[in-house]
């Protein structure tokens, strides 16, 4: 799926890195839980959270991830903005809630977890 | 090339918001220096849990990386209060985090389980009162 569909299916904002919206990706997770996305996430490219600070950023840069979507209306601060564009990370913004966003974007195709080398 | 290039950060402890630039950073220079990504990842995530515990836990500390043709090597050095029962600690679970931390997305009690997971060595030395040494290592080939 394209970073663009989801922003399209989750009626979302493109806070930075517009240039990553034709990226394909195949995966995602959500969690507050910075903790359990370095423990159990592998090759989720896509992060959905309603956690707001640096370490949001941070976590999905040492992750690999191209893209974040904040849920719930919440807003990234200039800060953490700024660490976005210079991982070149897609920022997104809904209002909808965690389990709606990911159930859209589940029901649309984009799985939780992606069998390696398909 | 058979010279170590070594990378040294300070960890500043008393800013949630900075924690992590470190791991950031030493990410990049991998980058440059070519490293396979999986090798990459490995290290980031050891390392990132790593300085995250040093702020979380211990006021802040020393990170050194050191790379060879054989292996990244990541030295985390911290004066907090030390790890009481090492094995505990290593428990995948076991957390003294506060609420504070766990409302900031970590104190999950995964961290230390993952610097073992994603690194080929690592060493734990501790003692109460005095600080934490860690050396992990990820191997190149
Ligand atoms: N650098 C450190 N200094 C003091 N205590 C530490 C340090 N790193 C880890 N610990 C202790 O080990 C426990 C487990 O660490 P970890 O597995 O990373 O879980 P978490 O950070 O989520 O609590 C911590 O809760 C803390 O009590
Ligand atoms: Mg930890």
């Known amino acids: 799926m394209k970073i663009n569909t989801i922003k399209d299916l989750l009626n979302a904002d493109i806070i930075c890195c517009e240039d990553g919206l034709e990226h394909h990706v195949y995966s995602a997770c959500g969690s507050d839980m910075m903790s359990d996305v370095l423990a159990y996430v592998k090759d989720q490219a896509v992060l959905m959270t309603g956690l707001v600070n640096s370490q949001v950023i941070r976590t999905a840069e040492m992750m690999d991830m191209k893209c974040i979507v904040f849920v719930r209306s919440k807003l990234p601060t200039a800060e953490m903005i700024e660490l976005a564009k210079d991982s070149g990370i897609v920022l997104l913004a809904t209002s909808k809630r965690m389990y709606e966003a990911c159930g859209i974007l589940y029901s649309n195709g984009l799985v939780g977890n992606r069998a390696r080398n398909v | ?141």
């Open chain 2, 1 to 141: 090339m058979s010279e170590i290039l070594n990378f040294h950060f300070d960890v500043d402890g008393d800013d949630f918001t900075s924690a992590g630039k470190a791991s950031v950073q030493v990410k990049k220079n991998l980058r440059q220096l070519g490293l396979p990504p999986e090798i990459i990842r490995r290290v980031s995530i050891a390392m990132y849990e790593g300085e995250i515990n040093m702020v979380i836990h211990a006021g802040g500390g020393k990170a050194d990386v050191n790379v060879t043709e054989e292996y990244v090597e990541i030295l985390l050095c911290d004066n907090g209060p030390g790890i009481k029962d090492v094995e505990q600690a290593m428990q995948e679970g076991f957390s003294t985090a506060t609420d504070n931390i766990r409302s900031l997305g970590f104190g999950a009690g995964m961290g230390l389980p993952n610097m073992k997971r994603y690194s080929d060595y690592m060493d734990i030395k501790s003692k109460v009162g005095e600080g934490t040494d860690i050396t992990m290592r990820v191997n190149i080939n």
